[in-house]
Antibody, heavy 121, light 106 residues
Framework: EVQLVESGGGLIQPGGSLRLSCAAS????????MSWVRQAPGKGLEWVSA???????YYVDSVKGRFTISRDNSKNTLNLQMNSLRVEDTAVYYC???????????????WGQGTVVTVSS | SYELTQPPSVSVSPGQTASITCSGD??????AFWYQQKPGQSPVLVIY???KRPSGIPERFSGSNSGNTATLTISGTQAMDEAEYYC?????????FGTGTEVTVL
């Protein structure tokens, strides 16, 4: 059974750093397309970052240079290092497992329960 | 950057059909995916590759995609279908979500 369990969220001041982790079971993180997706309070879903099975990484423009996605293959976990946090980064952060459809589509078949990040002074 | 637009809300009576649209430039040339999200819960995939249903998703959920518009249709809508629905596409190594549609079953 596929499971994704996020951790690491909390209250942090603007400019601070936080590291999120997503423990996966039932599949290998290193062999799949993994992403972080966030949802600000009362808002819609926003994709944040992805790491592909080959190791390539991608980010939404608003977090480039501040967030770093990585994998720990030995622990089968996905991580998101978030630096220089801003009030607008406040959101529930979901870990999601992706599926590739040929060369023209990727989607998410499993989601974690989310971890809350609050950036406030 | 690529954008997907959905109507903010759709109301439907129990047993009737709800249609949710998702508009984007040449969306029909891409695959569209749909997620259901109930309050306080994580999103759940209900349609993939335009019109396919994952295991466990009721047959009343169907999808189509052509031109600039993808459509999620819920036939014989039930009270349990009340939720927020998001479309999603993939463009230039980014996942794009629609603006979301709140479905209310009156």
């Amino acid at each position: 059974e596929v499971q994704l369990v996020e951790s690491g969220g909390g209250l942090i001041q603007p400019g601070g750093s936080l590291r999120l982790s997503c423990a996966a079971s039932g599949f290998s993180v290193s062999s799949n397309y993994m992403s972080w997706v966030r949802q600000a309070p009362g808002k819609g879903l926003e994709w944040v970052s992805a790491v592909y099975s080959g190791g390539s990484t991608y980010y939404v423009d608003s977090v480039k240079g501040r967030f770093t996605i990585s994998r720990d293959n030995s622990k089968n976990t996905l991580n998101l290092q978030m630096n220089s946090l801003r009030v607008e980064d406040t959101a529930v952060y979901y870990c999601a497992k992706g599926i590739r459809v040929g060369n023209s589509g990727y989607y998410f078949d499993y989601w974690g329960q989310g971890t809350v990040v609050t950036v406030s002074s | 950057s690529y954008e997907l637009t959905q109507p903010p809300s759709v109301s439907v009576s129990p047993g009737q059909t709800a249609s949710i649209t998702c508009s984007g430039d040449k969306l029909g040339s891409k695959f569209a995916f749909w997620y259901q999200q109930k309050p306080g819960q994580s999103p759940v995939l209900v349609i993939y590759q335009d019109s396919k249903r994952p295991s466990g998703i009721p047959e009343r959920f169907s999808g189509s995609n052509s031109g600039n518009t993808a459509t999620l249709t819920i036939s014989g809508t039930q009270a349990m279908d009340e939720a927020e629905y998001y479309c999603q596409a993939w463009d230039s190594n980014t996942y794009v979500f629609g603006t979301g549609t709140e479905v209310t079953v009156l």
